[in-house]
């Protein structure tokens, strides 16, 4: 029965819907990262590893660079300050329209500053949090004592990691991508919203509620139809622009740990950028088999798709709207 509620979902119009929604799907990221910006973006990436590369491995050389670099930027400092004569900048390591040496050597230095420092400032901010519960004594159930103690219980289990200086690339852009989740919705809204719906048009339902085993293993079968349809969808649209950003901007080691990434510096758990796409995929896939279900039971109550992807729609246009929109923050101390 699990086969045939498969091949009842899988209907030209249905067929044709999802390749028209996967299509948009791959074309919003090849639209900001294919093309030219892929080629800018493979440009910059091999500028930064190259200067990387040196500063781990050829120290002296990366010094000499660097002081290379700074006296070039004094003196162009001082020509715009003062205004003798003409400076002309050249470029040495990259010289793209709107990418230079000086934007190239100010990423660098934040990715080798920033790891340098991770773990020092982490530490730092544990002092802090264990100094200020001292000084506010016992005052467990106030705001500001269970703050302290929320920041040390989230932040003390990373105090001995590491970031290694190392470029970043792809994973940003993955994992700050809307455009999967919201097509992956669509598709789902539109399976979900007819599962139940043959049965009830083909006014088939009062049958199966008579018979012995129908009803019940009906609609096990369509749950479960539901479910591998979410795994199978949340894994194409949402890898599908995992790789086309991989043959554009290209993908950094995903065993790097997740801190390693600008946007989720802060991130509380010790964990890879593998493990976080693991569990993303995992919990992106109960979040569309459960905003399935939902679909599918609107649509056993009004009898109609149509009827049933408009207030699915309106709920999530709704629920949108309302969303506070959270980033990773820097700890409050």
């Known amino acids: 029965m699990l086969i045939w509620e498969i091949r009842k979902l899988c209907t030209r119009f249905t067929l044709l819907a999802l390749l028209i929604l996967f299509v948009l799907n791959a074309a919003s990221v090849l639209l900001v990262y294919g093309g030219d910006g892929g080629e800018r973006g493979r440009t910059i990436r091999a500028a930064r590893d190259e200067l990387l590369d040196e500063y781990l491995n050829d120290r002296p050389a990366y010094e000499a660079d660097l002081a290379a670099y700074r006296e070039k930027e004094a003196a162009y400092e001082d020509w715009v300050w003062n205004g003798d004569g003409a400076f002309v900048w ?27 420092t991770y773990n020092a400032d982490l530490a730092h901010a544990l002092r802090e949090a264990y100094a200020r519960l001292r000084d506010l004594g016992d005052r467990r159930g106030e705001y500001a004592y269970e703050y302290q103690v929320n920041v040390i219980l989230r932040y003390e289990a990373l105090a001995d990691m590491m970031i290694e200086p190392q470029n970043i690339y792809g994973w940003n852009e993955f ?28 006014r088939f339902t009062g049958i199966l509620h008579v018979a012995r085993y129908g009803e019940i293993r009906t609609r096990l079968a369509k749950i ?3 479910f591998l349809c979410s795994a199978v969808l949340t894994a194409v649209f949402s890898l599908t622009p995992l790789l086309l950003l991989y043959f554009t901007t290209g ?3 995903p065993s790097q740990v997740m801190q390693a990434l600008k946007d989720f510096e802060f991130c509380p758990a010790k964990l890879t950028i593998r493990d976080a796409l693991f569990i993303t995929l995992s919990v992106r896939t ?48």
Request: proline residues 3%.
């Open 286 to 333: 109960a979040v569309v088999f459960a905003l399935s279900l939902a679909a599918a039971c609107v649509g056993s109550l009004t009898g109609s798709a149509v009827l049933t992807g408009g207030v699915t729609l309106v709920f999530l246009g709704i629920s949108a709207v309302s969303k506070e929109h959270r980033r990773p923050r820097p700890l409050l101390l």
């Open 90 to 116: 050249v470029n040495d390591k990259i010289d793209l329209e709107d990418y230079g040496d000086r934007a190239l050597w100010r990423d660098v230095n934040t990715e080798i500053e920033r790891a340098e």
């Open 224 to 226: 479960g139809a539901l």
């Open 251 to 253: 993908l950094s080691d």
């Open 175 to 202: 994992f700050s991508l809307a455009a999967p989740a919201v097509f992956l919705t669509l598709a789902m809204i539109l399976l979900g919203a007819q599962i139940f719906l043959n049965e009830k048009q083909a």
